[in-house]
């Protein structure tokens, strides 16, 4: 299906900003992450005295990297969103090519599919 509405400059640019702005703080975010990882640290071996220690340390980095990963996940949608304002195609499913519905992409600006697909991928997923 070939496009042939394209969402005005001055609509796109707030949410250009928008995403540009969550995108530095998702990086921020990770970085903290990955500094706070316990066995990110140096003298993780040589510090390694307790088992209950360990336990709470390899707890910490389970979530790091949980939590990492679903910011990795953020990330992506965002510079495909701002790929596809950049190249003229945001506001629409990457699976149908039909306009996603501004009232869900007012929700996520970074959302990729509309409603239906969405719900399609997740009965497939289930």
């Known amino acids: 299906m070939k496009n042939i509405f394209k ?5 796109l640019l707030p949410i250009k900003n928008y995403l540009k702005g ?3 703080k998702i990086v921020e ?11 990110a640290k140096d003298d993780r071996m040589a510090n390694n005295t307790a088992t209950d220690a360990g336990a709470a340390k390899k707890f910490e980095h389970e979530k790091s990297v949980a939590v990492s990963s679903e910011l990795d996940k953020t990330l992506i949608n965002i ?5 596809k304002i950049k190249i003229g195609k945001y506001g629409f ?3 149908c ?6 009232d869900r992409l007012s929700v996520d600006p970074a959302t990729t599919m509309c409603v ?8 497939k997923s289930e």
Do not use: H, S, W
């Open 7 to 11: 969402y005005p400059a001055q609509v």
């Open 116 to 123: 239906k697909c969405a719900n399609k991928k997740n009965k």
């Open 79 to 83: 510079r495909k969103a701002l790929t």
């Open 29 to 39: 975010r990770k970085e903290r992450i990955k500094n706070a990882d316990p066995f």
């Open 93 to 95: 499913c990457e699976e």
């Open 22 to 24: 969550r995108e530095e």
């Open 97 to 102: 090519g039909g306009m996603i519905d501004t």
